[in-house]
């Protein structure tokens, strides 16, 4: 009896179905898909070596290689965990690259355990071209609303709020500016195009008019937006917030300082306050030459002054102090340039209030 396939990769996006991804560690690590889980039927060295055998004697001789490097003990480890596994993910679907033998053995051994789970027809090669052509497919599609705005004007914060925003830097785990990485690695280039193509799925069987995103670059800390993708979100309208100084100063201290420290203190410990520290003024450091020398020392003894008060109450003054002038004379001019060429209408600007209103009308 055949044992079951499935390509209803729709299905997968929509449901955001539980993978167990058979692959090597080193393949997972290279890309992924949402809800997959990595439980490989080969270490990356006995893939290495497998490979190996393959390329030398053939398919029969990698096979038997496999079989005597896995053994009986080591099979019965493999399905034990992966009936573990598909006992608290009983919808789950399997896969490995090509949907070949790597995948087709573990579902043979799980059925001879008496468990069943369908396979991905085509494996991850398959599924992942399903999602690259419904992203270059639904972003041609679909009217974009570019939401624009000087740094710290909150855009992110009122994207969060409208059901037909996807918020690109959230996705990319970077706040697109640069001082905006996180603690944590970013996602892979191919995990963060995989994680897009699901939001863009989603996003379409919702059956909005309108997609809203937040005007970005093409690159988004080091991963950047598919070209294809990225020029058809181009082709959008562009909607600008306007936020005072000194409420984008405000936001700008909360989400880069204190939360930013909160984050480093989680991660580094009773060091993480010094390591954050360290990080912001490395960071200033590669942007003096854009800066110029006079701007990028008064910034630096601000910052300086401010982080050597921690425990002061003056902190937070310098802070912004810090911040509002960053943004002054750094950000505001370099965005002011970036919007004058910008090819995108303007179709409306206001403050957060007027600005939420007009999208959620529009869409």
């Not at 080591?74 to 679907?93: F, I």
């Not at 052509?133 to 409208?162: D, F, V, Y």
């Not at 200033?284 to 006079?294: D, E, F, P, S, V």
């Amino acid at each position: 009896m055949a044992l079951p396939l499935s390509d209803d990769f729709l299905s997968i996006v929509l449901n955001e179905t539980p993978l167990l991804d058979v692959r090597a560690p080193v393949e997972f690590e290279k890309g992924k898909f949402i809800n997959a889980t990595n439980l490989p039927i080969l270490s990356d060295e006995e893939r290495r070596l497998i490979g190996i055998r393959y390329k030398e004697a053939g398919n029969d001789a990698a096979v038997k290689l496999a079989e005597s490097l896995i053994k009986e003990e080591g099979k019965e480890k493999r399905v034990a965990m992966w009936q573990e596994y598909l006992a608290a993910n009983p919808h789950a679907k399997l896969y490995c690259f090509r949907g070949g033998q790597r995948s087709g053995i573990a579902q043979e051994w799980l059925k001879e355990a008496d468990t069943e789970i369908p396979r991905l027809k085509g494996g991850y090669k398959a599924f992942r071209n399903f999602l690259m052509q419904q992203s270059q497919l639904i972003s041609a599609a679909t009217p974009t609303l570019i939401l624009g705005g000087r740094t710290g004007s909150g855009k992110t914060i009122l994207l969060n709020t409208l059901q037909n925003a996807i918020d690109l830097e959230g996705i990319a785990h970077h706040r697109g500016s640069s001082f905006g990485s996180f603690v944590n690695a970013q996602p892979s280039q191919i995990d963060f195009e995989n994680n897009l193509a699901y939001r863009l799925i989603q996003f379409h069987h919702k059956n909005f008019n309108k997609l809203i995103l937040e005007h970005e670059s093409h690159n988004i800390g080091r991963t950047f937006i598919p070209k294809p993708v990225y020029d058809n979100f181009m082709q959008g309208q562009l909607v600008l917030l306007q936020t005072p100084l000194d409420v984008r100063a405000q936001i700008t201290y909360e989400e880069y300082v204190l939360a930013a420290r909160k984050e480093y203190k989680t991660r580094y410990g009773e060091e993480g306050l010094s390591k954050w520290a360290q990080d912001v003024q490395s960071r200033l450091k590669r942007i003096q030459k854009r800066l110029g020398n006079q701007l990028y020392r008064q910034l630096t003894h601000l910052f300086d002054e401010a982080a050597s008060k921690e425990r002061d109450k003056d902190a937070k003054e310098l802070y912004m102090e810090w911040i509002a002038l960053l943004l002054e004379k750094y950000y505001d001019p370099m965005y002011d340039y970036q919007i004058k060429k910008s090819p995108l209408p303007v179709i409306f600007e206001g403050n957060t209030t007027d600005v939420l209103h007009f999208l959620q009308h529009q869409s």
